[in-house]
């Protein structure tokens, strides 16, 4: 079964600062992995996603994630944090049962310092 | 335009009582969802309807039951609420496949007094 974890509950980082948020995966087929993200009361919007096409994959808003078989990880990474980037970070991989199943990580908050 | 709508955004109700949530989408999908947020955040997929037809149930109780009157309509009916079924249920539609984005709706917070 698939599965996934995000290392770090909540993130603190400053403005400007780069931003790292970890995921690890673990797959029995290749795996196609999700970054969602969610705002304050709000749904779930995609950040971006890897489907087996280039490994680095480019985002909304500037965010990006690199594919990493060996190391069984799909990190987001922005350069610099804007105070608009305060959310809550999933990453997710999907199964397919029939129809897609997205199995989400715990989940990162990501809490932006002015 | 309005994606993935759900109603109603907010949901406060006693123990016992039988609440009905209603998802509409306007994307032309195939598939709709839907998912369980708890207070600590996490997500976990309920149920899946591809083209009216009930694809995945993952051991919820029976309680609830969704209800897809057509390809743009998921709903969501639970019987006898009880305390711990109090979250936040998200609504969601996606083409069919694997690689496919899922859309989701803004949430409705049920909250079980």
């Known amino acids: 079964a698939q599965s996934v974890t995000q290392l770090g509950s909540h993130v603190s980082v400053s403005e400007g600062a780069l931003v790292l948020l970890r995921c690890n995966y673990s797959s029995s087929v290749p795996p196609y992995l999700f970054w969602y993200v969610q705002y304050p009361n709000q749904g779930l919007q995609l950040l971006l996603k890897?489907?087996?096409?280039?490994?680095l994959v480019k985002g909304i808003n500037d965010f990006e994630a690199e594919f990493k078989k060996s190391e069984t990880s799909f990190h987001l990474t922005k350069p610099s944090a804007h105070m608009s980037d305060a959310a809550e970070y999933f990453c997710?991989?999907?199964?397919?049962?029939?129809?897609?199943?997205?199995?989400f990580g715990q989940g990162t908050r990501l809490t932006i310092n002015p | 335009d309005t994606a993935v709508s759900q109603t109603p955004k907010y949901l406060v109700t006693q123990m016992g009582n039988d609440k009905s949530i209603k998802c509409e989408q306007n994307l032309g999908h195939d598939t709709m969802y839907w998912y369980k947020q708890d207070s600590k955040k996490f997500l976990k997929i309920m149920f899946s309807?591809?083209?009216?037809?009930?694809?995945i149930n993952e051991t919820v109780p029976n309680r609830f039951s969704p209800k897809s009157p057509d390809k743009a309509h998921l709903n969501l009916h639970i019987n006898s609420l009880e305390l711990g079924d109090s979250a936040v249920y998200f609504c969601?539609?996606?083409?069919?496949?694997?690689?496919?984005?899922?859309?989701f709706g803004p949430g409705t917070r049920l909250l079980v007094l």
């Open positions: 890897y489907t087996s096409a280039a490994t």
């Open positions: 309807y591809n083209n009216k037809e009930l694809i």
């Open positions: 997710a991989v999907s199964d397919f049962q029939g129809a897609q199943k997205l199995v």
């Open positions: 969601a539609s996606s083409q069919e496949g694997r690689a496919e984005t899922q859309y």
